[in-house]
């Protein structure tokens, strides 16, 4: 998943809040590191990716009853990470609110991430498609009130928008019949490698290309 984050990023420059699990914190700085090339034999010096920033946010608690909240800059300062998240309009400090109401949406519109549903999906295939149709749906056909603008129309309050619309991908709100009639384009196919004696239709083909 990590890999993923850090392929998809549009800017090395990138805020990362997780929660108080500490494999989120080692995996974040395992993959966000880049080789250091000095010229010299050996293994490359592995330094952490300029521009990181990653908060942690850990809860205390006793007899199940939380007790205290604990925010820290695991990378960078406090100060950057404050900044980064007003300027973003993401609230006043570090928290994992939004991505854990997001993991909310997608347990109520995909029946196969409720726990202990009966609708348990026998193939990650079948996961990974419903993921993208309810990120496509959440992403493209909703409109966010968080993201509405106050509008200058007359006679009109606000100007809805999708996530979509506010980050510039779509100048409108898709419907579910516009979005599931996009044509994707299928990837480029690629022929599996043979191994032994290619067949003969084959050899004689080269043969001839090679006259």
């Known amino acids: 998943m990590v890999e993923k984050i850090r392929s998809n990023a549009i800017s090395s420059s990138i805020l990362l809040c997780v929660d108080g699990l500490s494999s989120y914190v080692t995996a974040f700085k395992k993959v966000f590191r880049n080789p250091i090339h000095t010229g010299k034999a050996g293994r490359s ?19 199940k009853h939380l007790t205290k909240v604990i925010k820290r800059a695991v990378i960078g ?31 109520g519109r995909l029946h196969m991430l409720v726990r202990r549903g ?33 509008s200058n129309e007359e006679g009109k309050k606000w100007h809805e928008r999708t996530p979509a619309m506010a980050t510039g991908l779509a100048s409108r709100r898709l419907t579910m019949s516009a979005l599931l009639s996009i044509k994707i384009p299928l990837p480029l196919w690629v022929a599996h490698p043979r191994r032994g004696r290619p067949p003969k239709h084959l050899q004689n083909q080269t043969m001839a290309v090679a006259a």
């Open 118 to 150: 009966r609708a348990i999906a026998h193939k990650e295939r079948i996961v990974t498609a419903g993921m993208y149709l309810v990120g496509c749906v959440y992403n493209f056909c909703c409109y966010h009130r968080s993201l509405r603008e106050a």
């Open 45 to 63: 010096h592995l330094e952490p990716q300029q521009g990181l920033l990653l908060g942690q946010v850990v809860k205390k608690y006793e007899k």
């Open 77 to 107: 300062t406090l100060d950057a990470i404050i900044s980064v998240i007003t300027a973003t309009c993401g609230g006043v400090g570090i928290n994992t609110s939004y991505i854990e109401r997001l993991n909310a949406t997608f347990r």
